[in-house]
């Protein structure tokens, strides 16, 4: 059936009228190819929410990968066949999926678009054709990478990517996200000349929706710019095949407590600049032995250490399984039987299985966090930005977090120890609220 749109001024969006079959969703910010559980979380997560609306919905990830192709996944009871179409930037103009290509066919559907030889010119590479026929773009910028905080490279090559969607005439969508900070004035305005062309804003915090309007000035309708909580919230949880034995029955124990804690690679070196690059007060390193030590203190307590970003070669800046084996090796030696680290390459679904046996959870990873508390385990923020306190807002735990940029070893301390000395009650209230912010997820896509 063919797919129409139309403007509703009472609504002030753009609808799609549709039948069961016909919608294409292209998916911007989000793959399952960078390492990044926290990214892969949100790819998954924003087709379960596409799906949701339109369960026949062709939905292509763009910008992804190197070469055309597929992936599958087995998603809502069903296998779900992803297409990737790359938009590539690197020195090889002549390649077909070239950012530049796509700005000269842009071009060109602009002039010829009504005319028998444009369509004629279209069918001469699938990589545009496939773009051509998409009805919404819908971006997600990795949900926080839409700043210029990890430099400038990474939020320029982001801007192009929405702004080919823009300029191919694409209806816009921004998924629940951070918006900035911005350091630099132009990051600033590129950031506004992108949003003021979106159809549709959400933000993944309710300081983000006064943000956003700010950075609009009166350049935003009422109903633009939307709260919705980070789709992370809705990823399924699925048991790993090969977890060990031993750290199963320890985490399923009744007579154990088991903490999760989440290191972070990237803060353990100090940032991409390896020197302190995001403003801690504290010694990050010094910090997460002193947290292992503090929980292993405690009578009955294990502490499980769990990574979430598995970077491939040339990133190890990034790891957190090497920030984890470190403190491992560094601390574990007289707690052997009660320090555990999780040491295979597991995927966002399984580290979130894992996660879930916690009875209480640290990280420095905020989709870490988010996988705890989507299962309703108790869960305390190391925040090294502002995106941790608007996501805990989302749920009624902004309380949970404690911003390294600005507290000490010994407030951090303090904070951990209250945090988990209310982990029941918190979990308590988790039950309740959870399914209230899954629902309202599962939900983003039915203003169309």
Known sequence: MEVMFRWSDSKAHKEIERGD????????????????????????????????????????????????????????????????????????????????????????????????????FLSRNQYFKTFYEINIVADITGGDSFSDIYGMRRFFFGFLNKWVAVFWGKRLIMLPQTYGPFRKPIAKKMAGYILKRCDLV????????????????????????????????????????????????????????????????????????????????????????????????????????????????GYEVESDPAACRSVYEAVGENYRDRLFLVDSKLNHNQIKYIIGLCDFFVGSRMHSCIAAISQCVASAGLAYSDKFKGVFESVGMEDYVVDMRYAGDEEIAAFLEKAFEFRKVTAARLKEVVPQVQRRVESIFDIF
């Not at 790359?86 to 002039?111: A, D, E, Q, T």
């Not at 109903?223 to 699925?238: E, N, R």
């Open 202 to 313: 959400y933000s993944r915090d309710r300081m983000g929706v006064e943000y956003v309007k700010g950075l609009l000035k009166d350049n935003v309708n009422g109903d633009k710019v939307k709260f919705a909580p980070d789709v992370g919230f809705i990823l399924d949880a699925h048991r790993p095949g090969d977890l060990k034995g031993d750290l199963l029955l320890k985490m399923n124990d009744t007579n154990t407590i088991a903490v999760g804690f989440n290191v972070s690679g990237l803060l353990f070196n100090g940032g991409y600049s390896r020197n302190n690059m995001f403003g801690l007060k504290t010694d990050y390193r010094n910090l997460v032995h002193r947290i292992v030590e503090l929980f292993l203190a405690k009578e009955g307590v294990i502490v499980v250490l769990v990574p979430h970003v598995f970077p491939p070669a």
């Open 21 to 120: 079959r016909g919608i294409k969703v292209g998916l911007l910010g989000a793959s399952f190819d960078t390492g990044n559980l926290g990214v892969s979380t949100l790819a998954e997560s924003s087709i379960k929410a596409v799906l949701h609306r339109w369960p026949d919905a062709e939905i292509i990830f763009l910008g992804s990968g190197y070469v055309a192709g597929e992936q599958r996944l087995f998603l809502m009871g069903r296998e779900v066949c992803i297409k990737t179409l790359p938009i590539r930037f690197c020195k090889n103009i002549f390649m077909p999926h070239h950012f530049l290509k796509y700005v000269f066919y842009g071009l060109f559907s602009k002039v010829l678009r009504k005319s028998q030889l444009w369509h004629k």
